[in-house]
């Protein structure tokens, strides 16, 4: 059977090379300041499942029983630090990165294991590594790290993993391959690293580091550069690398993955239609190309919330976990959801959930976390989650204008008000977007008294 979908008309507008590239483009990740957080005795720790009714872009609804007998136990942690490029020079260091990230990546599919995110593993790039300081500051018992030479067609991948607490180099390994093999050798890597950390789930657990669909080398190159940017709200950086990404192979899902998140960004800067719906659009492509991929199911559930299509948003998100319990991404969009829907309690917990994994995250958590307080009238917190977001967006503009208006400082709600009209000086739609994204009448009776007594007509 065939499947039709519409996708934007827009076409790439830029050709990169996929080597020496300027080192102009290649800046490093800003580094993220937070909390370091100190858990729980790791033999406590426990994942678990849930049931969830998965709706499909094609409207199939099946059930997907995700609840196991019993708890996961959290067998072992681990954090993925950034990998060092060997003389390939700074133009080549976000190929090394990206090795790294998706190392991370197939690993917290496990549920055996903590994995911490990127985020806070890749703030020690460039660091000299004290392997104890670094684990006691991400409270892990394992490290992995590791090194990637290139040169022309070869590319040697050379990692080792650390058991902290007594030193011992409990594994390492050193592939040499054609450029082309590379995610072969990401494979090879996470299924044994996954074998020596949980050898008391041996096969069950190498299993599930199954190959997956990737795109080709070139295009992968330029996904790396379309992330990179993309986690920073930097879509106009972001945009033409997944474009030309989507351009190489179009039947990659995780380049519409890169696609939707980029639009996700001009959305939020931007809160016309054509933005959401390019959001939708190429999400929906991603699930429809690889309906497997987290990320995917994460970016679709993201963007049907943010049209307020909740029932379908929440079965996409809960599948994106299911998929990926390890996901901090898919966990925060999902805190979202469950603030939106009336469970801001329950969203604290998400992402608290979130920060256990990724205890340095990234600034757009904080707000995620500010709406769960704004909308528990828990005011003074939420500024100062708010104010933890790089990016202040209009409506986070509006947010705040609420939540100094409630606290009775009036000069700076009016202030704040002022930042959100600029963007959108219609106040009566100012109202109605801040407004009606919440599901619950006593939520929206709140944030709505919040701004008429912000000064808002």
């Known amino acids: 059977m065939k499947v039709a979908f519409v996708m934007p008309d827009e076409k790439p507008t830029l050709t990169l090379p996929l080597v020496g590239i300027d080192p102009l483009l290649l800046d490093a990740f800003s580094q993220y300041e937070g909390p370091s957080q100190q858990n729980s005795p790791r033999q406590d720790r426990t994942s678990t499942g849930a ?11 099946q059930r997907v029983d995700t609840r196991p007998d019993a708890p996961v136990p959290i067998l072992a942690s681990i954090a993925v630090l950034p990998f060092s490029d060997v003389g390939g020079g700074s133009d080549h260091e976000y190929f090394a990165e990206g090795i790294a990230e998706d190392i991370l990546t197939e690993l917290s599919r496990f549920r055996g294991l903590l994995v911490i995110a990127r985020n806070s593993s890749f703030t020690f790039k460039g660091k000299n590594l004290n392997l104890r300081a670094v684990a006691k500051e991400l409270n892990v018992d394992y490290i992995a790290t590791g090194s990637v030479r290139r040169a022309g067609s070869r590319i040697r991948v050379a990692v080792q993993l650390t058991y902290v607490p007594s030193g011992h180099e409990v594994w390492a390994e050193r592939y040499d391959r054609d450029v082309g093999d590379i995610f072969a050798v990401q494979d090879d890597i996470v299924r044994t690293v996954a074998v020596t950390l949980e050898a008391r789930l041996g096969q069950a657990i190498a299993s599930h580091a199954a190959p997956r669909s990737v795109p080709s080398l070139a295009a992968y190159e330029c996904l790396l550069l379309a992330r990179k940017y993309a986690e920073l709200h930097d879509s106009a950086h972001a945009t033409p690398y997944a474009e030309r990404a989507l351009a190489i192979d179009p039947s990659s899902s995780q380049a519409h993955s890169a696609m939707s998140y980029c639009a996700y960004i001009e959305w939020l800067q931007n809160p016309d239609e054509e933005n959401l719906e390019k959001m939708v659009g190429f999400a929906n492509a991603a699930v429809l190309l690889d309906s497997g991929d987290a ?19 929440g079965s996409h998100l809960q599948r994106a976990l299911t998929l990926n319990p390890g996901d901090t991404k898919a966990l925060a969009y999902y805190a979202e959801w469950l603030v939106r829907t009336g469970d801001a309690e329950g969203a604290l917990r998400n992402m608290d959930d979130a920060l256990l994994r990724d205890p340095i995250p990234p600034p757009w958590h904080w707000e995620i976390r ?25 409506y986070i503009a509006a947010y705040l204008a609420i939540c100094f208006a409630r606290l009775g400082r009036m000069d700076e709600a009016a202030a704040e008000l002022a930042k959100a009209l600029k963007v959108v000086p219609d106040h009566e739609t100012l109202r109605i977007q801040v407004v009606n994204e919440f599901l619950s009448q006593g939520a929206r009776d709140q ?8 000064g808002l007509d």
């Open 295 to 313: 990320s995917a199911q994460a970016f679709l559930g993201m963007a049907l919330t943010c049209q307020q299509k909740y029932d379908e948003a």
């Open 51 to 61: 049931g969830a009714e998965i709706v499909d872009p094609l409207g199939t609804v």
């Open 447 to 454: 944030l709505s008294k919040g701004l008429s007594l912000a």
């Open 370 to 394: 500010g709406m769960a307080f704004l909308v528990l009238e828990r005011y003074a917190e939420a500024i100062q989650a708010f104010a933890r977001q790089t990016k202040q967006f209009w």
